[in-house]
């Protein structure tokens, strides 16, 4: 046997185990998102008494009837209430988050790397375990049961400090801030006019984590929430699956509701893919 097709043989072994690696991955991706497409489209009792997988029996215009109606419409008020936790705190920790981060990585101060270090380590905590006390901080104020009760804790994010600081070594050369300051431009004009230009796609790959993170958020809710407008999607969708176990007709909206809700975070990758693509380059190799 010639040296060639041995060095050949492995390789094609290699190709078809990773081939086949990225296939089940797929499929585990995939599936769950098809069952819920067509378990949308069922009614109550095709959702129970078909075959999921059966592309008949469609009812989606009755299932989004029903969605938007049930309880008065509260679906829509929490899409909004999600909406509004969401974006706009994704956007203002984002910005926090990058002008942090471009803060310890271009100015220096007493004990920078300890401070830096403490980020780092408030990384490694659970957002469970600080549930409780800000519950309590929430409480002392009278913030709880209400709308920045969720909003305030989402706005600081020390993953995003970290991204910011990565960001900030890699897209803003220190030459073009020091010609900045030459011209006479401030420290605060140099940052806005220059600098967080530069750092746009590292902005657009902060907002998009926590985007995801705070739209997925369902503990904190939870806590310090118990008015029922004041619910996101996730909260909402556990209330009326904690319902369907007594009346059935709630299963068929959850589903519904479910597939509703993942189509935000779709759009915003879609749409921002070209910057968050670019971000997590230049946050690998610097």
């Given amino acids: 046997m010639s040296t060639g097709s041995v060095l050949v043989r492995p390789r094609l072994?290699?190709?078809?185990?990773?081939?086949?690696?990225?296939?089940?991955?797929?499929?585990?991706?995939?599936?769950?998102?098809?069952?819920?497409?067509?378990?949308?489209?069922?009614?109550?009792?095709?959702?129970?008494?078909?075959?999921?997988?059966?592309?008949?029996?469609?009812?989606?215009?009755?299932?989004?009837?029903?969605?938007?109606?049930?309880?008065?419409?509260?679906?829509?008020?929490?899409?909004a209430n999600s909406l509004l936790y969401a974006v706009v705190g994704a956007a203002v920790s984002a910005l926090i988050s990058v002008a942090c981060g471009y803060a310890f990585d271009k100015f220096r101060f007493r004990h920078k790397e300890k401070l830096f270090g403490l980020v780092l380590a408030a990384v490694m905590v659970p957002q469970t375990v600080l549930a409780l006390p800000l519950y309590l901080t929430a409480s002392g104020v009278g913030l709880v049961d209400t709308v920045w009760a969720v909003l305030i804790p989402v706005l600081f994010n020390p993953f995003g400090v970290y991204l910011g600081r990565i960001f900030s070594e890699g897209y803003v050369p220190n030459d073009v801030l020091e010609a900045a300051r030459i011209d006479g431009a401030g420290e605060l004009v140099t940052y806005l006019r220059v600098s967080l230009r530069m750092l746009g796609p590292g902005f657009v790959t902060v907002f998009l984590f926590q985007l995801t993170a705070i739209w997925?958020?369902?503990?904190?809710?939870?806590?310090?929430?118990?008015?029922?407008?004041?619910?996101?999607?996730?909260?909402?969708?556990?209330?009326?699956?904690?319902?369907?176990?007594?009346?059935?007709?709630?299963?068929?909206?959850v589903v519904m509701g479910s597939l509703l809700a993942v189509l935000p975070l779709i759009i915003a990758f879609v749409m921002l893919q070209r910057f968050w693509r670019s971000g997590l380059t230049a946050g690998a190799v610097k």
Avoid: C
Avoid at 234 to 241: E, F, K, M, P
């Fill in 13 to 79: 072994l290699g190709r078809t185990a990773a081939t086949t690696v990225v296939g089940i991955a797929v499929l585990y991706t995939v599936l769950p998102v098809l069952w819920l497409v067509l378990a949308a489209s069922k009614n109550r009792d095709a959702l129970f008494g078909s075959n999921i997988l059966d592309f008949g029996n469609f009812s989606v215009g009755a299932n989004l009837h029903a969605l938007f109606t049930m309880d008065d419409g509260l679906y829509g008020r929490w899409y």
């Fill in 216 to 253: 997925n958020n369902f503990f904190l809710p939870m806590v310090m929430l118990s008015d029922q407008h004041l619910y996101p999607l996730s909260l909402g969708l556990y209330t009326w699956n904690s319902q369907a176990l007594v009346s059935p007709e709630y299963y068929p909206v």
